[in-house]
């Protein structure tokens, strides 16, 4: 057994090697998969706050939660700072995760070109991995240059106005479908990537498989109810002017 400094640092892995090895990118990919699950999972509660409606004099409270992630921490930290952290935080998640996909998915296709054959006996939401995941990347790109940078400003939208925002986006029915649609997408691609991330980071059993699996369903049908919910609530008039 070596004692010296040199030796004990030979013994522990750099994060490059650990990123190198295919082991490694897979609990990479597992670890920034869960950060951006459980970002969904705040997301969509505080998407919620839009069922409040308009308000009254005091605004739409959905207009409240947004001015409250901004201020969050002040006077202690300047304006939006926990919402640049959070941001840094979802962006570093993000580019970890699919440079590992399509790192791994580039190995194993040279590993054994003939891969694809086994995708026989998948079910749909794994086989559709690479299809919904591509589908979400495009989807929050869009998503982000319409509802936070308001590039995209087909229907008026105003800095600070979310529920008035949301109220005219989500009365053209082609935006409503957008959204539903990517939230179908994010139901498919968490179904599996629960499960799959449960593998990775080895809490499967053969006798907690089945919990996990419906688990994993009941998540995604959360999900993905509770953010299409939003669009369908505008769209219907359930959710008056503001
Ligand atoms: C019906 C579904 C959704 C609605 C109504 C919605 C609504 C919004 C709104 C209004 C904002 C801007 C918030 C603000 O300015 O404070 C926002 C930001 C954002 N949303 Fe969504 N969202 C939905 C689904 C999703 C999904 C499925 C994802 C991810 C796959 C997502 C990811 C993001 C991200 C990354 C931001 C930027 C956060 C920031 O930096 O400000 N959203 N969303």
Redesign the pocket.
């Known amino acids: 057994m070596t004692t010296t400094g040199q030796g004990l640092r030979r013994t522990r892995l750099s994060l490059r090697e650990i990123w190198d090895s295919s082991i490694g990118k897979k609990v990479a990919v597992a670890i920034s998969g869960a950060i951006?699950i459980v970002?969904?999972i705040l997301?969509?509660v505080g998407?919620l706050n839009?069922l409040y409606g308009a308000g009254g004099s005091g605004g739409a409270r959905?207009d409240n939660?947004?001015e409250w992630?901004?201020t969050f921490g002040q006077p202690l930290l300047p304006r939006a700072t926990f919402?640049w952290v959070?941001?840094a935080i979802?962006l570093t998640a993000l580019i970890v995760h699919v440079t590992g996909v399509v790192q791994l998915r580039r190995r194993a296709a040279k590993a054994r070109p003939e891969h694809r054959a086994k995708r026989i006996g998948r079910s749909v939401s794994s086989r559709t991995m690479m299809l919904t995941g591509t589908l979400?990347l495009a989807?929050?790109i869009f998503?982000?240059l319409q509802?936070?940078t308001l590039t995209i400003d087909v229907t008026p939208l105003h800095s600070g106005e979310?529920y008035a925002?949301?109220y005219y986006a989500?009365h053209k029915w082609y935006f409503v479908v957008i959204?539903?649609a990517?939230?179908i997408a994010?139901g498919y691609h968490l179904r599996h990537a629960v499960w799959s991330l449960m593998q990775t980071l080895g809490y499967d059993r053969p006798s907690r498989n089945q919990t996990i699996r419906t688990a994993a369903t009941g998540l995604s049908v959360l999900l993905t109810v509770g953010?299409?919910v939003?669009?369908l609530a505008f769209i219907t008039g359930v959710l008056g002017h503001p």
């Open positions: 951006l970002y969904l997301h969509m998407n839009a959905e939660y947004a992630l901004r919402l959070v941001r979802l979400l989807f929050i998503h982000i509802f936070t979310v925002n949301l989500f959204y539903v990517a939230v994010v953010f299409a939003i669009p």
